[in-house]
Structure formats: C-alpha cells, structure tokens
C-alpha cells in the first residue's frame, strides 16, 4: 500500500529496533502488517524517537554519541548526523519542533533545532538519565533517571536563562516517588494541570498531580515495570511488565486508598497476555481503542483495549526499542508531490555552548531562516549588584535619556527588518 491511498485520518505505526542497522525505523500499515517506507542508518536507542514538527524523524544512536534527523519527504536521500559529547540515553522535542532536550549521562543538553546552538545544560541528576517526556503545551518536561528522581522542569524559564553555566537554572519541583530507578514517565494531556505517570523496577506506578506534585495513586505489582502509557481521556492507564505482560489500570474505577496491591482478580481481568519478554514501549491511538506495544521478544503487537484481544503481530529482527502511533501526514501521504511544501531549517548540533557578544536577529519565510543584520550586546550582561543600581537610578529618574536612545535604537531595528521583507522577499509587481 501507498501512503497515496491512505486517509489522512489514519493512524500508522513506527517503530525501531536493536538489531536492524539496516533500516533503522520502520513505518508499518497496523491494518495489515505490511511495510509502507523505511529509514536507513545506525541502531536508536529506546526513548529517543521523535517527530519534528511533522517535517523530520528524530532519534540517538544505542553505542554512539550520534542523534540523526531523517527528512520525512526526502526518504531515499541522507540524514542529518550530529556528534553529542557522550552517548544519549534519552531524547524528547518541543510540542512546536523548535527544540530538542538530550539526556547525556546525568546532564540535560538542549538544543535550538534550527539554528543547532546548545542553549543550555541542566544539572540536577546525579545517575544516567532514562526518559524525557513534554507537557502537550510545552511549558514542562519531566526527566527521570536512575537514580530514581522524577524532576519537573519550567521550559519558559530555561529559555530565559539559556547563555547561563552549567547547573544554574532550577527544576520547579523534585519527586523521589520510587527507591529504584525510573523506567518510563507518561503525562497526559492538560499542561501543567495534566496527570503524570510514572513506572520504576521497584515494582510499582504512581499517578501524580503536575501542578501541585500530589500522589494520587500508587499501585504495587508483582513484577518490575519497564514502560507505562494512558490513553487520552484518562481511562486506562497501561503497564509493560518485565515478564511480558501488560496490566491495566481502570482510572474511572480507582481504588480506595491510595496505595493499591494488585489483587488475584485484577491479575485475572485487567492483564494483556502475549509477550514472552519485557515490554519495552507502550503507545495509544488517538481514540484510545488500539494499543501499541513493543517487547524484547522481537515482536510488536496491537491490542483492542475494549475486547483486551491481539489484532496483529509484527516480528522484528531483535528487541524492540521504540514503538509509537504517528499520523501520515502531507510530506509521508504525497511524497512524490511537486508542491512545494514550507518545512523549518534543521542544522548540525553543535557540542559546546558558545560565547557570543552578538544576537542574531532572524526571520523564518518560505522555510528558510534568513539573518538579517546583529547587535551588539557586549554590555547587556548585568549582574545583580547593576541590576538594583540600575532600579534605583530608575526610581530616582536617572537614565532617561539613555532609555529614549534605546527606544529609538529599537524603532530603527523594526524599521531595518521591515525594509528587508519589502524589499528582498516580498514579490514586486
């Protein structure tokens, strides 16, 4: 089948696995098993596949300090490859596309997609850092880690301070929910009012309140959790075992107390049976009926959530490390299509954070981004001592002038890059 005849409504499957250097990600038809296109080069390490603002595919090699960008339009052409300072254990973009976070050993590492500068370096793990998950809005991520720390980080505020060093920039919250380490981090939707949920080999998953950091529900298993996943509304919460089962949990019907022990019955009526390995990835369609799950095993397999029945089975040539629902949108459905389709710049990311005495101001039109002239800000930088100096001349009066002449300043720059657009990319009668 031909992403020309698939409908736009149409949900198809990606997923990657540890042995195929070959074709590194494959997009699969759930309907039928068969392949639809494939991506060439290196082996992605788990919780590292992501789309790119629906343009490009994203992920970190599982032995090498590489993160590759494939071109979703441009399948049979090279990827982008970008050489990180250690090898990425877990990877995650902005809802917008616009940035990238990397978990390097016990650092977060991120990077401005297109311009490839490395705008910040967070500290705050002191293990290896294993998933990295955004709210749908994109104002927080969550990091988790072997070292069995759940940290909320405020996107926004990390933007602000992004040219400070290493480690300065604070998390907006710490949970030490689990005493082994983190496996896998979901959240579901609503921002910073959405509901998160975590899994860890200590046997257990806990539901959190993102906003306030409350514990709303801890449930013990009977075996390690490797992977969890919720659908949507929030009805169902999913669990990959390390024995190659997958529990559920009934959110409209939760349990009395807190702390919840699985009991016999639940074993028997909220368990998906198949797998012979760990589960390793979880996903949910859009309309939380089928879900996707991805095993040591080699296999990937479809399940109706309603029925709790395997639709289909897709082998693979090794563990599965990622597996996820995506939407076959215009640049996968027509390929082959001579439109000319506006797609973001992407460029090599760069390995240190630079110093500059010079923003760049930028514009992004027909899918170029274009530099259009630089200020100097050599004596922009003002620590806190200037900081009440300068408060203090404002409350006195001083320094009126000096604003005036940089309101003026700002009127020439809006003027500057108006002149530009009318002039050089607008189309003259």
Not at 37 to 65: D, M, W
Not at 92 to 116: Q, R
Not at 226 to 246: E, K, N, P, R
């Amino acid at each position: 089948m031909l992403f020309d005849e698939l409908s736009s409504n149409f949900q198809v499957v990606m997923t990657t696995d540890s042995s195929n250097p070959l074709n590194n990600i494959i997009v699969w038809d759930p309907t039928n098993g068969t392949t639809l296109t494939q991506f060439r080069g290196g082996i992605s390490a788990p919780r590292t596949l992501c789309l790119i603002n629906q343009h490009y595919v994203i992920s970190a090699e599982k032995n090498r300090p590489v993160i590759n960008v494939w071109d979703l339009g441009k399948r049979d052409q090279g990827h982008l490859h970008s050489i990180c300072g250690g090898q990425v254990t877990a990877l995650s973009t902005t809802p917008d596309g616009a940035y990238c976070i990397a978990g390097i050993e016990d650092k977060l590492h991120v990077w401005n997609l297109a311009s490839g500068e490395l705008v910040s370096v967070l500290s705050r793990h002191y293990q290896q850092i294993r998933v990295i998950r955004f709210t749908d809005d994109g104002s927080y991520f969550l990091s988790g880690g072997e070292d069995s720390m759940v940290v909320v980080w405020s996107f926004p505020s990390i933007l602000l301070q992004e040219r400070n060093p290493v480690g300065e920039v604070e998390p907006k919250g710490v949970w030490l929910p689990h005493s082994l380490p983190i496996t896998d981090i979901c959240i579901g939707a609503g921002g910073f009012l959405a509901r998160v949920l975590t899994s860890s080999l200590d046997h257990t998953v806990k539901l959190f309140n993102l906003g306030t950091g409350q514990l709303l529900l801890s449930v013990i298993f009977d075996s390690p959790i490797h992977s969890v996943a919720m659908d949507q509304l929030m009805q169902y919460g999913f669990c990959g075992t390390q024995d190659g089962l997958i529990r559920l949990i009934n959110f409209h019907q939760p349990p009395r107390t807190v702390e919840h022990q699985v009991t016999e019955e639940e074993r028997q009526t909220m368990t998906l049976q198949g797998h012979t390995k760990e589960v390793t990835c979880l996903d949910v369609s859009l309309d939380g009926i089928q879900l996707l799950s991805g095993s040591a095993d080699a296999t990937v397999k479809l399940w109706h959530v309603p029925s709790r029945q395997c639709l289909r089975t897709i082998k693979h040539k090794g563990p599965i490390t990622n597996a996820i629902f995506i939407l076959p949108f215009d640049l996968m459905l027509h390929s082959g299509s001579k439109k000319a389709l506006v797609k973001p710049p992407m460029s090599i990311l760069s390995r240190g954070i630079e110093e500059k005495s010079k923003d760049k101001a930028c514009v992004l039109l027909k899918g170029q981004m274009l530099q259009i002239f630089s200020v100097d800000r050599k004596n922009d930088e003002i620590g806190p001592t200037e900081a009440e100096d300068l408060s203090e001349q404002i409350s006195a009066g001083a320094g009126v002038g000096e604003m005036q002449e940089e309101i003026i300043q700002l009127r020439n720059v809006n003027r500057r890059i108006y002149d530009y657009v009318v002039e050089t990319l607008l189309p003259k009668k």
